[in-house]
């Protein structure tokens, strides 16, 4: 992953936990209505990918001990991981694109209900994106991948050879030569591996987005709410599709891209769809980028209008992330896909504790806070989740305190210790095992690998039943934790 050049060490705080009492009459440990929903507490860990389905997205007995785990933590909320709305292959990502996938996530609503003991509300963050290939050997990408067109031919000047002819020069030619007479889109081809984009409407299946993702996306809510979960968050956020329908770079001429108005058309008509399907008393909302962090990306201000759009169209919540995109991912190894937190954008996302100036710890929380001022001013109550390095009660009360947030997001000190929370309430916050924002977590997830957190993955690894990472390494969930008495 990109770091700043600053390289700054920074440590996590315990801070001051507060007495069983203080955290009674705490912000953080007060509830919050979630549109018709009450939240027991203002804790929410937000959607995290573990890589525990299966290639054909079930919800497995990993997943369920996976959010079993953190429901015994107590939390508000927890989002599941980005659920795939298309019933198509899409590696371990778990899906909810037809309806044999309810019956699983029936089971997965129930045992964050019951291991909770019914203080967590279960969402579902529901995703669509977009194809993205592998990085190609040079060899294969000449001979198979690359198609060999007039523009291509004038620029080798080699309108006459055969087509095998001007694949075999292109395979011999110096490296420093291809991005030379390949144009920009098949030099990234074969350096990044070939990534399709919102704007490439001269693919019908990319032009007629805007007329099937409101459907794809109302029948997986449907679905969620057909399952039992408490609520659905629309993923606009980061890499994917809706992200980048919203994103300053999408330049659509078809009126789903240029100025704002037009980008966030599909978004709302998406939530138009997914409201029409669920009703009116199901909560539905959306989570989306405060900041692309990206070069020509769109800027505060954009997000704070489309904050405001978003609430005024109904939305029950609104939670923000930043950063994440593939615009300035680094370049893939041979065999491997862009991984788009590895830029500058993707350390804004899941900032580590090599840093800048300013920190890794609360990156997010003076944009979220200006977006949910502007909610407020617009005269609505929307409640806004702000999440990124949050790791103590201290930071969270002065985050809800300021009104920077309504709701405060925790996910890789969850994933470190998914008690965290319920310790700080019953008064043993210094009991807290707190993330060192190493990142890892991020890097098993960059391999497609099981993730896990390396405070605590190979502790009691001779506990009896214990359920293992494929390598038999690592244990796929925390300890438990018992609470005294
Ligand atoms: C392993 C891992 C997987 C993640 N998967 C998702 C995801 O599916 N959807 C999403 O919106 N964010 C995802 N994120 C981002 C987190 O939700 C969160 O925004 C980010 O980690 C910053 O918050 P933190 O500092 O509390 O960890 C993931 C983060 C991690 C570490
Ligand atoms: S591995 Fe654990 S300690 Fe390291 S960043 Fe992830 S959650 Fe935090």
Known sequence: ?????????????????????????????????????????????????????????????????????????????????????????????????????????????????????????????????????????????????????????????????????????????EPAQWPTVLDAREWEALHMGARERVTDTEWPHIQELPQVLPELFAAAAGRAQQAGFDG?????????????????????????????????????????????????????????????????????????????????????????????????????????????YTGRSGYECMPQYLSDEQGPFGRNIAATARIRSAIRAAGLDTPVVCTGGVHNFEMAEAMLERGDCDIVGTARQSLADPDWALKTSLGLGHQVRLCEYTNYCEGLDQKHKQVTCQLWDRQDLDEPGLRKSIDGKRRLVAPDWNPPG
């Open 1 to 173: 992953m990109w770091k700043p050049p600053q390289r700054i060490k920074f440590h996590s705080q315990l801070g001051q936990p507060p007495s069983a009492e203080q955290a009674q009459a705490s912000r953080l440990f007060s509830p919050v209505s979630v549109g018709p929903l009450t939240l027991s507490q203002r804790t929410w860990v937000p959607a995290m990918v573990p890589w525990r389905s299966n290639d054909e997205g079930w919800v497995t007995e990993d997943v369920l001990q996976w959010y079993g785990r953190f429901a015994r933590g107590r939390p508000g909320a927890i989002v599941i991981e980005a659920t795939g709305i298309r019933d198509v292959p899409s590696g371990p990502l778990l899906r909810i694109g037809h309806d044999r996938y309810v019956e699983g996530l029936q089971r997965l609503v129930q045992t964050i209900h019951r291991e909770s003991q019914g203080h967590t509300r279960a969402l579902i963050q529901i995703i669509d994106f977009l194809n993205i290939r592998r990085r190609p050997e040079p060899a294969k990408f000449f001979e198979r991948f690359l198609r060999i067109t007039p523009r291509l031919r004038e620029a080798l000047g080699a309108q006459d050879w055969s087509e095998e002819d001007v694949r075999a020069h292109l395979s011999q030619m």
């Open 232 to 340: 659905v968050e629309l993923h606009y956020a980061h890499a994917y599709t809706m992200a980048s329908f919203l994103s300053a770079t999408n330049v659509r001429t078809d009126g789903y891209g240029g100025g704002r108005e037009q980008r966030i058309r599909l978004p709302l008509e998406v939530y138009g769809a997914v409201r029409q399907t669920v009703g009116p008393s199901y909560v539905v909302g959306c989570r989306y980028l405060a900041e692309e962090c990206i070069d020509g990306g769109h800027t505060l201000d954009d997000a704070v209008w489309f904050g405001e759009q978003f609430a005024r169209a109904g939305m029950d919540f609104i939670s923000t992330s930043r950063g994440g995109k593939f615009d300035d991912a680094k370049q893939p190894g041979v065999g491997s896909s862009a991984y788009p």
